[in-house]
């Protein structure tokens, strides 16, 4: 009898140690560079039992890791494009790190390489497009900006970056942020010359990461990962400029690498409308109280105006492996900016069309401070946390000069002769924390999510009326805190099945105070008006559960997500009057999302799902804003959320034999409820309030919901290689549709906006002698609407653009860029055909060229121009500004560059 027992108790622990959960963990390289290989699929196939087999994926770094094998003997395989695979048996008794595994490159790619010269410039890894920097030839002068604009579906512009049509939100530097969020500052910094490949992909959220759970929250975000040998060593630029008509540019910018230690630091001043960093507003100033009312343009960002500009910058990170992970940044600019514009605007009235014409003279200042930051932190192997916070400081002033007169069927309904000033500042700071703890039973886990936002702003605002001497004083205080908790457990089923239960509670305290003072003789003190100010308190709780159930396969992964959200919204008005409402809004948001490879080149990636939108505390808070005195508003207390369905669909594809790729995106979106405005145009003087009074031919607007909102784009990108030319083509075609639903004068109107746009991109891949871009771009577009059809009109742009650098003989350097604009709008004085020609000739000079001189001319022809367009369901608009004339500038470059090579 104790025999048997002591037999059965050795087969208990030998099946208990059986069961036990091994890791498996190793690196993926290059064999020739030691660079890690992203993407690999690494197959652990279990020989007697083929149910019990595992599978990962390399990650940026070619690390991989697999938690959940068990005792017993494998084939492991790696296999990835480009490379011979890699099988080996191996037996797993115990967690085991394999550590580095180098692949060889596929012989049929090597005699394809040398046969016809080519490197692929593009793959498709798993859910990352790959770019691989050496197919894409730059000067020895190329910034990342400059590398990436070659790319196929890849857009640099002064707004932002677009790949395949979609917005990048960060950009990496070998997998750490770099410059908080901005793409556009980090690649205007690194050089192209440190590249080795860039990654476009989908990043997970920080509790998907963890969990390696796909919750369906990602961030769009390129990755630069930079050549070995550059990651140890000292790089930068410094540029300094002098020209006519009082025109200077002094840039510079050093990085110190060592390894994990990355520390830069950079700074620029100039005028000449040079910005290296995306703007940041969070004091309303280019949304609120007179700037949100106020015909400024819209449609297409183009540059207006003269900016002087001063900034700096300092970036760091580092890391402990396995231990802690750093990455900050301090970010400093003040912008200037002097602007003249012209402006028309129609529109619509139920039986004809009035006109508003206006000329503003301006100048503002605007500084801003940013910080951001995010620590990684690992306890142990069990429990981990994450903490982001960020800071941003704004400060904003600001003087308006305008003239304006409104006109119907040729008769003067009204006009406006004012002065406007403003002192706008502004805080706003983010904390985010997640505690991350991991069970011992594999795939279990548990998370806790504190998010807290503090955003106060104070603005003072004076409207002098030049007619009459009257002056108005606005002071506004507005605060929003919001905070954020979310508790998240997440359960394994099965081998490849997670279930995920969920809780948020949040709720968000905002205040907003106006008082509107007036004096009505120059002089006078400034007297309050009840009428035109207001005290407004509201609070939005939001309790939303949720369950979601994953499943991850070898070439597949689903997500289906059901949550319940429950929101109060409690608004009371404190002044003049005492009025308190309270709204309740219960709704059902499921979201579905997966992932499919369709074989070995080609992944499909498709989401719905749906979002509320609350409206404002400026759009809640029911005071007349006179503060343009032809465009009046107010807010509207009985505002509801708006509910969005929104259906997107991403297509990949890659031929690597043939160096040719395709990419098609589709995004359609209906919101119901959607928040949008009522305008009303005196057809006489109308009384406001007290004694404010809206003149024939005035306007004012309030928000309102209406159902029936429509979106819809479609982008299809595909890049070929024309390997006997040298040239890498790309080609992008997109097709959108907006229904915008409005009212006008008790009417309704559908705006529908059609538009067609078309792109193709000729880059030079032949010699770092020979750089250049050739583009063409067109886009038509067609405004209806069904209050007024014989008022549907359309706008047309094309564009042609070309960039040439040639290194000539003796270390002389030709450059040249050109923008040829054709433009067809919406009146027929503002068609308009115009080139901007800039070119430069440089010497090069000091020990590798270091160092260069050169004579630049901006504007060769004299025609540069701005033009921007606004389309609204209640009027159109056109707007010109005043740019950067003809100057000459001579300047001194110098490139600094000491790497240490790696032996």
């Known amino acids: 009898m104790k025999k048997l027992l002591l037999f059965l108790l050795g087969s208990l622990l030998v099946q ?24 690999a699929n690494i197959l652990l196939i279990n020989i007697k039992d083929s149910t019990a087999s ?51 490159e596929d012989t049929k790619i090597l005699k394809e ?149 990355q520390l830069s630091v950079l700074g620029m001043s100039n005028n000449i409308n040079k910005k290296n960093f995306s703007d940041s507003d969070i004091t309303g100033v280019r949304s609120g109280r007179r700037g949100g009312n106020r015909f400024l343009g819209g449609g297409a960002e183009v540059p207006i105006g003269i900016t002087q500009t001063e900034s700096f910058g300092l970036n760091y990170s580092n890391q402990k492996k396995d231990k802690w992970k750093l990455e900050s940044s301090y970010f400093y600019d003040r912008a200037e900016l002097d602007n003249e514009t012209d402006s028309d605007r129609e529109t619509f009235l139920g039986q004809g069309s009035q006109f508003y014409t206006e000329n503003s003279v301006s100048n503002s200042v605007n500084k801003n401070h940013r910080f951001n930051a995010r620590l990684e932190y690992n306890f142990d192997e069990q429990n981990s946390m994450v903490f982001t916070p960020s800071a941003t400081i704004q400060d904003n002033e600001s003087l308006d000069i305008t003239n304006g007169q409104t006109t119907l069927g040729g008769q003067l309904l009204n006009q406006t002769q004012n002065n406007y000033s403003g002192d706008n500042s502004g805080v706003r700071l983010n904390g985010d924390l997640l505690f991350r703890h991991k069970f011992e039973k594999l795939g279990r886990s548990l998370l806790f999510n504190v998010r807290s936002t503090i955003s106060d702003s104070d603005r003072e605002n004076t409207f002098q009326d030049l007619a009459s001497d009257s002056s108005f004083l606005y002071l506004s205080e507005i605060d929003n805190h919001t905070y954020r908790s979310e508790l998240t457990y997440i359960e394994p089923v099965g081998s490849s099945s997670q279930l995920q239960f969920s809780y948020v509670l949040e709720q968000s305290d905002r205040t907003s105070d106006i008082i509107t003072l007036e004096t009505t003789a120059v002089g006078d003190e400034f007297q309050e008006r009840e009428d035109l100010s207001n005290r407004f308190n509201s609070t939005l709780t939001v309790h939303r559960p949720s369950v979601n159930l994953g499943k991850r396969t070898f070439s597949q992964f689903y997500s289906v997500e059901l949550a319940l959200q429950y929101a109060t ?74 509910y969005t369905h929104q259906l997107f669909a991403r297509l990949r594809r890659t031929n690597v034999d043939k160096n040719r790729s395709l990419s098609n995106f589709i995004r359609i979106s209906n919101t119901s409820d959607f928040i949008t405005n009522a305008t009303f145009t005196a057809s006489s003087d109308s009384v406001i309030t007290g004694d404010i009074v809206l003149p ?174 606004q389309v609204t369901s209640a009027y159109l608009g056109e707007t010109r500004s005043l740019v950067l004339e003809q100057y000459w500038m001579f300047s001194f470059t110098y490139q600094l560059r000491r790497f240490k090579t790696n032996s």
């Open 16 to 39: 208990a140690a059986n069961a036990q959960s091994i890791k498996f963990n190793g690196k993926v390289v290059d064999k020739t560079t030691k660079e890690g290989v992203v993407g």
């Open 54 to 104: 595992r599978f990962a994926i390399s990650d940026v770094n070619g690390e991989f890791l697999i938690p959940d094998a068990s005792r017993a003997f494998y084939r492991l395989k790696i296999q990835t494009v480009n490379y011979k695979p890699h099988t080996q048996i191996i037996r797993l008794t115990q967690d085991v790190s394999i550590g580095v595994i180098g692949l060889e």
């Open 113 to 261: 390489v040398e046969i016809t010269g080519q490197v692929i410039p593009v793959e498709q890894k798993g859910d990352t497009t790959l770019y691989r920097a050496d197919a894409f030839a730059t000067n020895p002068d190329a910034s990342v900006a400059d590398l990436v604009s070659k790319m196929p579906g890849i857009t640099v512009s002064d707004t932002g970056v677009e790949a395949n049509g979609e917005s990048v939100q960060q950009v990496l530097l070998d997998g750490k942020r770099f410059f908080g969020q901005d793409p556009l500052l980090a690649l205007n910094t690194i050089p192209a010359e440190v590249v080795n490949q860039v990654e476009v992909f989908d990043q997970q959220s920080e509790r998907s990461q963890f969990t390696g759970f796909d919750d369906g929250n990602t961030t769009k975000t390129m990755n630069v990962v930079t050549k070995e040998d550059k990651r140890s060593g000292q790089f930068g630029k410094f540029y300094s400029g002098i020209g006519t008509d009082s025109r200077y540019l002094l840039e510079g910018n050093i990085n110190d690498f060592k390894n994990d230690r």
């Open 569 to 642: 919204l409690d608004n009371e008005q404190v002044f003049p009057t005492l009025d308190k409402t309270s709204n309740s809004f219960v709704k059902l948001l499921p979201s579905v999302s997966t992932r499919m490879q369709l074989g070995d080149n080609t992944n499909l990636f498709v989401r719905y799902n749906t979002q509320v939108g609350t409206p404002s505390s400026n759009q809640l808070q029911q005071v007349v804003d006179n503060s343009n005195p032809l465009f009046y508003s107010v807010g509207n207390a009985d505002l509801e959320q708006s």
């Open 696 to 869: 024939r031919g005035g306007q004012i607007s309030q928000p309102l919901n209406i159902d029936g909102y429509w979106n819809l784009q479609n982008n299809t990108t595909y890049s070929f290689v024309i390997a006997p030319l040298k040239l890498n083509m790309s080609a992008d075609i997109g097709v959108g549709f907006i229904r915008s639903p409005g009212i006008v004068n008790g009417l309704e109107n559908i705006s529908e906006t059609y538009n067609g746009n078309a792109r193709l991109v000729m880059a030079s891949n032949i010699s770092q002698n020979v750089d250049f871009n050739l583009s063409y771009g067109t886009s038509l577009n067609r405004v209806e609407n069904t209050v007024r059809s014989n008022s549907n009109n359309r706008y047309t742009t094309q564009t042609i653009s070309g960039k040439l650098n040639l290194i000539l003989f003796k270390g002389f350097v030709f450059r040249s860029d050109i923008n040829y604009q054709i433009y067809r709008g919406i009146s027929e004085e503002f068609d308009t055909d115009y080139a901007l020609w800039n070119a430069s000739v440089a010497k090069k000079f000091l020990k590798n060229d270091r160092g260069e001189l050169t004579i630049r001319v901006f504007d060769i022809l004299g025609q540069n121009q701005s033009i921007t367009q």
